[in-house]
């Protein structure tokens, strides 16, 4: 993803006008702040580990979607490709399980900084995600969210599947599909 492709003019679109936001891929020298990020955004139970996220980076790093601020991470969106139809506990394990000619994009996470939520961020991350995964072919993206992230995941064109067989973080998942 060429950031300059994307840029960040959606971001005045949000009532911020500082000049010094980035939006590009994730590589190894993120590894502090999105594992810092994630520790904000998730339960203990919940949040990926910081040896998960070396694996992922070092897996698919190229299907982060990150946005700083300065050299702060705002917000971030990640997942792997893979043919399998279904998101299971597994993919979120072992990083290795990407398949770069997948069908599907899975969705791992959707974080935005605490500070920075509720100002629509996390919509037009989501956007530009998943415009990304449509220009590289894919067939759509497919993710879980707990019950109270349901409507959010709507709105962002996901359809609900229903409950998942997940069992991360001893929480209830239900899954959710977006077709292109």
Same mark, same amino acid.
């Given at each position: 993803?060429?950031?300059?492709? /994307?840029? *960040?003019?959606? &971001? ?9 936001? +980035? @939006?590009?891929?994730? +590589? !190894?020298?993120? &590894?502090?702040?999105? +594992?810092?990020?994630?520790?904000? #955004? /998730? ?23 990150? @946005? ?21 506990? &597994? ?5 290795? @399980?990407?398949?770069?000619?997948? =069908?599907?994009?899975? %969705? ?17 991350? !989501? ?7 449509? $220009?590289?072919?894919? $067939?759509?993206?497919? &993710?879980? *969210?707990?019950?109270?992230? %349901?409507?959010?995941?709507? #709105? *962002?064109?996901?359809? @609900?599947?229903? $409950? =998942? ?14 077709? /292109?």
């Amino acid at each position: 993803m060429d950031s300059s492709r /994307f840029g *960040c003019s959606w &971001l005045r679109d949000l009532g911020f006008t500082e000049e010094n936001w +980035s @939006l590009r891929k994730g +590589s !190894m020298e993120d &590894l502090f702040a999105v +594992s810092y990020v994630e520790k904000e #955004c /998730f339960p203990p139970l919940e949040a990926a580990t910081e040896n998960s996220f070396r694996e992922r980076l070092q897996f698919y790093g190229n299907h982060f979607l990150l @946005l700083y601020k300065g050299d702060q991470l705002i917000s971030f969106v990640d997942g792997f490709c893979t043919k399998e139809e279904n998101l299971t506990d &597994l993919m979120y394990e072992d990083a290795s @399980l990407h398949d770069e000619k997948g =069908s599907w994009q899975m %969705i791992f996470g959707v974080n935005t900084h605490p500070e920075f939520q509720k100002r629509g961020i996390a919509t037009r991350m !989501m956007q530009a995600f998943l415009e990304e995964a449509k $220009k590289e072919g894919r $067939k759509g993206a497919v &993710l879980t *969210c707990k019950k109270e992230k %349901i409507p959010f995941y709507s #709105c *962002c064109g996901f359809d @609900l599947e229903g $409950k =998942s067989a997940s069992v991360h973080g001893d929480a209830e998942w239900y899954q959710m599909r977006r077709c /292109f």
